[in-house]
């Protein structure tokens, strides 16, 4: 019996010291293992400090080469813009001078134009007043002449002469009062530009403008009727308006001073 227990014992303590045993042998494996794994990582982590060095380096020279890239470019836009600077004022003093030119141009252009519309007015006026004087010379005398004998033709011979309104107030006129009076006392007025002996007819130019030009003028009217007993002479004068028609120059108006 005791013999029996103590190779139990004994059996029992070598099986203890042989789980010591395989766990310390374990543990040795595992420390064994992790030392291992640590030169790796120091191996891995020597490598990529390598690795990142040389790519410190590359980066750094490739940061260097666009630095100096960036400085050639920004040298270059300098100089641009010093060089759009100097040609600004030069544009600016190239501008002013066009605008300059341009408006002297313009404002010969209008002189000339003014001094020709001028010109070509003045003429127009002289014209006027040549063309309106020697109508007005022909047309004084038959407006203010009449024969009892020839009514119709003198009248018609003066409406001839006319325009406008007054055209319609010598017709009425002379219908509604001159034509009955000079049929009943047989009146007949002859009616002349007065003329100084050995001079020009008596009528000049009040004002002339290229369409109308207004004359007076000086009439003597010698009236024969059974009302007076010999041919009675009054001189007068007469204003008269004519205006330029597509007809030629009008009588618009005709007043006695």
Known sequence: MTKATVRGRAGAGTSARQRTVAAAARAAAKRAEKARESSLDEEAAENAAAESAVADEASASGTGADAEAREQAKGAVRDE?????????????????????????????????????????????????????????????????????????????????????????YRTTTTKVVAPTAEKYHGVVTATVAKPPGGAPAASVVSAAPEKVIVLLFMNQVTNSTQVSGPRLDLNRVRMTLVDTSGGWKVSALDAL
């Not at 341009?102 to 003045?122: F, N, Q, S, T």
């Open 81 to 169: 813009a010093g060089a759009e600077k100097s040609a600004k004022p030069a544009r600016r003093i190239s501008g002013a001078a066009t605008a300059v030119l341009a408006a002297l141009v313009v404002a010969g252009l209008v002189a000339v134009a003014m001094l020709g519309w001028e010109y070509r007015d003045d003429q127009r006026t002289q014209e006027a007043r040549t063309e309106a004087l020697a109508v007005a010379r022909k047309a004084a005398p038959e407006i203010l002449s009449y024969d009892y004998r020839h009514l119709d033709r003198d009248f018609a011979k003066a409406r001839a002469h006319l325009t406008g309104s007054f055209a319609g107030e």
